[in-house]
């Protein structure tokens, strides 16, 4: 898995690439949302339009990264969730955890309009 991490539309936006699959790719994407946590950016999308495949383990990396984010006073929403992955987030019941929306810029619009 890659991922870039880029500031848009008032949040922090992180793309996904290839497989996720948890692990050392896990452990670092937990850094740098602490790193983006301690400058007070605490609203993040996940853009998941790039991700071929994603596991359990993947699955728990973005349980973590939302909680993170969400004790830290913040949150953290989906974006472009490919119909693969959100079969995964139905099987696991997980849809009704996560905020997910078609696109970044909707994501992003949420923050403001405080859903």
Same mark, same amino acid.
Do not use: W
């Given at each position: 898995?890659?991922?870039?991490?880029?500031?848009?539309?008032?949040?922090?936006?992180?793309?996904?690439?290839?497989?996720?699959?948890?692990?050392?790719? &896990?452990?670092?994407?937990?850094?740098?949302?602490?790193?983006?946590?301690?400058?007070?950016?605490?609203?993040?999308?996940?853009?998941?339009?790039?991700?071929?495949?994603?596991?359990?383990? &993947?699955?728990?990396?973005?349980?973590?990264?939302?909680?993170?984010?969400?004790?830290?006073?913040?949150?953290?929403?989906?974006?472009?969730?490919?119909?693969?992955?959100?079969?995964?987030?139905?099987?696991?019941?997980?849809?009704?955890?996560?905020?997910?929306?078609?696109?970044?810029?909707?994501?992003?619009?949420?923050?403001?309009?405080?859903?």
């Amino acid at each position: 898995m890659n991922y870039n991490v880029d500031e848009r539309y008032n949040c922090v936006v992180i793309t996904l690439k290839g497989n996720v699959m948890g692990g050392p790719d &896990g452990s670092k994407l937990h850094d740098s949302l602490h790193e983006l946590q301690e400058a007070g950016k605490t609203n993040v999308v996940v853009d998941l339009g790039k991700v071929k495949f994603m596991n359990s383990s &993947g699955l728990g990396m973005l349980i973590s990264a939302m909680t993170s984010t969400r004790n830290a006073g913040g949150d953290l929403r989906l974006a472009n969730v490919a119909d693969r992955i959100q079969s995964l987030l139905v099987i696991t019941k997980l849809i009704t955890v996560f905020k997910h929306f078609d696109s970044v810029e909707a994501a992003a619009k949420s923050f403001e309009e405080g859903e």
